[in-house]
């Protein structure tokens, strides 16, 4: 019982911070949230212990937990790393996505265009999410998918911001058909070389308005 309430209350608080609904460096009390969730506070310290080795919060003794804030610095940081796992993600998924896959992949990018053309902002993060998603579960190397998974949750309220610099979502949009032309293509390098241009434009716009974005 006690093994379950520490899932329910740590998937809760997971799924807050990574929607931004609990923002960075905030605090979080441990007897407030047993109050909120109605557990122990023991149930509360394991959940937070949980959400510090996965990056999510950090904890200081005689301080408490903490929302995890990231510097420039480490977002840069992070999303090097995200470009060289996303290439060879996508390296290793071109020889065996399916046609359905691919299938999936055009709907989404249509969606997505629809989405920009209609300025549905919120529509077009959820596709351009299920666009990655896609490939992340056809990519064979579990443990990859996973680590860039859990990578993207840990920024998720950020990246969905970026559509709002002038004119990313245009080109992030271009920079989504590169990828799919050359999946379609069965090209390897291609679109490995899209894919990194694709999370390098990410990073270039967090090094220009870091400040807004965080």
């Known amino acids: 019982m006690a093994a379950t309430q520490t899932i329910t209350v740590y998937n809760a608080l997971k799924e807050k911070i990574i929607s931004g609904v609990l923002s960075p460096a905030e605090s979080l009390p441990e007897a407030e949230l047993a109050a909120q969730h109605g557990v122990s506070r023991n149930t509360i310290k394991k959940a937070l212990l949980m959400l510090e080795s996965e990056g999510f919060v950090t904890i200081e003794q005689n301080k408490g937990a903490k929302v995890r804030a990231y510097s420039k610095r480490e977002v840069i940081e ?91 979502s245009e080109q992030g949009l271009a920079e989504h058909t590169e990828i799919l032309n050359a999946l379609k293509e069965r090209e390897v390098h291609k679109a490995e070389q899209a894919m990194c241009r694709h999370i390098r434009g990410v990073r270039q716009v967090f090094e220009q308005y870091f400040d807004l974005l965080f």
């Open 78 to 168: 992070y999303l090097e790393v995200r470009e060289a796992l996303e290439g060879l993600l996508i390296r290793q998924t071109v020889p065996v996505i399916t046609e359905k896959e691919i299938a999936s992949l055009e709907d989404c990018l249509a969606q997505m265009r629809r989405n920009k053309a209609e300025e549905n902002l919120l529509e077009y993060s959820q596709n351009n999410r299920r666009f990655h998603q896609i490939l992340y579960d056809a990519c064979p190397n579990r443990t990859m998918a996973e680590l860039i998974i859990n990578l993207k949750n840990q920024m998720r309220k950020y990246n969905s911001k970026t559509i709002l610099i002038p004119g990313r």
